[in-house]
């Protein structure tokens, strides 16, 4: 069949000026990552320094927009599963980000592979722009050759330095820790180091008393607990809330942190208030691509009397056999009441103290009176230290049977709201409305497809010599915003669809509820799809915080208008 031309009067114009098109706008991430936490000393390759840097290039490039800063601090370059890494690449599929800005290669990644298959082929794929400032890289701009581009080779050297520095690192340090010198960020609690040679241990004579006075109370048969309590009413800065007050550590978690038991523990048998050096507890091998672990006590790098004690051999023996005893009750009981059996734990990381917001603790009891087994939940943070929280006590079944009639009552609401909600379905407000979607579809869809072939065939048009080259331009840009706003429609269309079902018949609150209507008890499965959060206050208030709210509001306000309107 003979293909239909496009007739045109077409005139050779005396003069071509060629159309310059617009320059594109991008829509511009930057992104920002130091392999440890940032230590804001000056100079240093801070966080903030990168973030100056990549804002600054941004805000002077005019094909470019600010979009965002993606920032993962404390991460490794040696592979990319960095939580702000992974929402700049979900950013870019949806369509929020065309364009990434770096200081340099290295900041994106250290593994040549991984960065080569982003930079030649999964960037190219999304249409995604690249540049690394400091490198002087830019996708757009770069020299490629038939291997693809060329700087990226830069990434070998990146790669292998990063495995040959902790290689070599590592050696270094492990000749360090045999030789008996310190290689910790900071001093173990009690001890600082020394002015002269920061490999030296020296007793600090603010927090070494405290250390005395913590086994003196052990020794005496003082409990752990009790320590812990006795250093918090006395405002004692624990360890970690003692290096943030010297601005050894930035991170504002530390700023008020307690004494608690497991710190006690630590202190109370470490060798090293004995004038021993203990390093090697843990390890991690960027080399090999291992990250921290920790090594049996049997692989601990003791070397011993590399510093001053800050305990006498008798005290530490005390309190060392002291711990020996209780372990030895421990073992004792474990087992003692296994026939009065346990309880599964199904509320397990769903409640939390109302004041303190920490998780609350399941807390075992035995009545060998009455021989059964019971449980409560307490507050962590009034044990350690009762003045910092209100006291807690809740018993479990009493808490499951709060947990049991809201979930139950909520599944009631569920199942009133489906039988409102199938009758709306089927009224003659929801099929026309439903049908007047389709038909909008099924519009932009062609809509679509016509401006798609109009653009397909623009171009054998020109070469027939039907138009002129500023008609070709002109029609082609016209078409191309055609496509681009037909696609943006039909996306909008596809998504009020989607949001229509799961209002109704794919809405994940009434077949989360359904999924358990017909349960006798609550089970750790229902217990975990219904509630979010379960809060509970020193009056044993409890508030439970449910699921799928937005999809139950978004639900019952549409049955609300289609009664309005019928009314």
């Known amino acids: 069949m003979a293909r239909t031309k496009r007739k045109v009067n077409y005139v050779q114009p005396t003069t071509v000026e060629p159309l310059v098109p617009q320059s594109k706008i991008y829509l511009a991430g930057g992104y920002i990552r130091l392999s440890v936490e940032d230590s804001g000393n000056p100079g240093a390759d801070t966080i903030h320094a990168q973030r100056e840097l990549v804002l600054k290039y941004i805000e002077s490039q005019t094909d470019m927009k600010f979009c965002d800063i993606y920032c993962d601090n404390g991460r490794t370059g040696t592979n990319f599963e960095r939580p702000e890494f992974e929402r700049l690449m979900s950013d870019i599929r949806e369509g929020r980000i065309d364009c990434i800005v770096v200081k340099d290669l290295s900041r994106f990644g250290r593994n040549y592979l991984e960065t080569g298959n982003y930079l030649e082929r999964i960037f190219p794929f999304l249409n995604v722009r690249f540049v690394a400032i400091n490198d002087n890289f830019d996708t757009l701009t770069a020299e490629r050759d038939a291997e693809g581009y060329i700087v990226p080779l830069k990434n070998i050297f990146n790669g292998a330095y990063s495995r040959d520095i902790s290689r070599k690192s590592g050696s270094a340090l492990a000749t360090k ?234 599944i009631a609401l569920a199942g009133n709201l489906k039988k409102l909600a199938e009758k709306y379905s089927q009224s003659a407000k929801s099929t026309s409305h439903g049908e007047a979607l389709r038909q909008e579809i099924a519009a932009a869809n062609n809509t679509l497809e016509r401006a798609r072939m109009l653009y397909d065939s623009l171009y054998q048009n020109y070469v027939d010599r039907l138009m002129s080259e500023d008609e070709y331009m002109r029609l082609r840009n016209r078409y191309k915003q055609d496509i681009k706003n037909a696609e943006v429609r039909l996306a909008d269309l596809e998504q009020q669809k989607q949001t229509e079902l799961k209002k109704i018949d794919e809405n994940p609150w009434l077949i989360t509820c359904e999924q358990f209507a017909h349960e006798t008890e609550l089970t750790e499965g229902m217990a975990h799809a219904l509630i979010e959060r379960v809060e509970v206050d020193a009056d044993d208030h409890v508030s439970v915080a449910l699921r799928f709210q937005d999809e139950y509001r978004t639900l019952a306000h549409l049955l609300e208008k289609s009664e309005e309107v019928s009314a």
């Open 177 to 410: 820790q045999r030789n008996g010198e310190f290689i910790g960020s900071w001093a173990p609690y009690g001890y600082q180091k020394s002015a002269v040679d920061n490999h030296k241990l020296e007793p600090n004579s603010e927090t070494a008393p405290i250390v005395q006075m913590i086994f003196q109370w052990r020794a005496s048969g003082v409990s752990y607990l009790q320590i812990a309590r006795k250093l918090n009413e006395m405002g004692i800065p624990s360890p970690s809330r003692y290096h943030y007050q010297r601005g050894e550590v930035k991170a504002e978690r530390y700023a008020n942190a307690v004494w608690h038991v497991p710190v006690i523990k630590v202190i109370l048998s470490s060798e090293v208030y004995l004038g021993h050096m203990v390093q090697g507890r843990s390890y991690n091998i960027l080399s090999a691509g291992k990250r921290m672990c920790k090594r049996p006590k049997s692989e601990w790098v003791v070397v011993p009397n590399t510093h001053e004690p800050i305990i006498d051999e008798e005290t530490f023996s005390i309190v060392k056999e002291i711990a020996e005893k209780c372990r030895a009750v421990h073992q004792e009981r474990v087992g003692r009441f296994d026939d009065l059996g346990t309880i599964p734990h199904i509320l397990r990381g769903l409640i939390f103290c109302a004041d303190c917001k920490r998780p609350m603790v399941r807390y075992k009891n035995v009545s060998e009176k009455c021989g059964h087994v019971y449980y409560a939940y307490i507050c962590l943070t009034h044990s350690e230290d009762p003045s910092s929280c209100p006291k807690k006590y809740l018993r479990e079944t009493k808490l499951l049977e709060i947990l049991w009639d809201t979930v139950q009552r909520e």
